[in-house]
C-alpha cells in the first residue's frame, strides 16, 4: 500500500528555521514530481513548493520563495523541505503528495497518494 510519512514539524519562533521530511515507504514515487501544501485552519490547502523527479526543476510559492528549499534524495526515497526565517503565517499542517497528473504542479488537482501532515507553528 502506498504510504508517505512526514515529519520534522514543531514549534519554533519567528525567524527560525525546520527541516520537514517525507519519507516514501514503499520506494513507488521515484519517477514522479512531488510537493508539498499546507493548510492552515480554516483555510484551503494551498501549494507551497514542487520538485521534478529527477530534482529539477523546482516550484515555489511566492509566499515562501527565497526562503524555503525543496530537496529529495532517490537514495533514502524522501522528500525534504528546508524552511528558514519561519513566520507566523507559516503556521499550517504541511503535507506531501505525488503529482500522478501531468499539467501545472501548481495544481493541487494533480496530485494523489497525501502522507497524514506535520503541523508547523512559528510563534512571534
Known amino acids: 500500500q502506498v504510504q508517505l510519512v512526514e515529519s520534522g514539524g514543531g514549534l519554533v519562533q519567528a525567524g527560525g528555521s525546520l527541516r520537514l521530511s517525507c519519507a516514501d515507504s514503499t520506494h513507488t514515487f521515484k519517477d514522479y514530481n512531488m510537493g508539498w501544501f499546507r493548510q492552515a485552519p480554516g483555510k484551503e490547502r494551498e501549494f507551497v513548493a514542487a520538485?521534478?523527479?529527477?530534482?529539477?526543476?523546482?516550484w515555489y510559492a511566492d509566499s515562501v520563495k527565497g526562503r524555503f528549499t525543496i530537496s529529495r534524495d532517490h537514495a533514502k526515497n524522501t522528500l525534504y523541505l528546508q524552511m528558514n526565517s519561519l513566520e507566523p503565517g507559516d503556521t499550517a499542517v504541511y503535507y506531501c503528495?505525488?503529482?500522478?497528473?501531468?499539467?501545472?504542479?501548481?495544481?493541487?488537482?494533480?496530485?494523489?497518494?497525501w502522507g497524514q501532515g506535520t503541523q508547523v507553528t512559528v510563534s512571534s
Open positions: 503528495g505525488v503529482q500522478t497528473y501531468s499539467g501545472s504542479s501548481y495544481d493541487i488537482s494533480r496530485y494523489e497518494h
Open positions: 520538485i521534478g523527479w529527477s530534482g529539477r526543476p523546482s
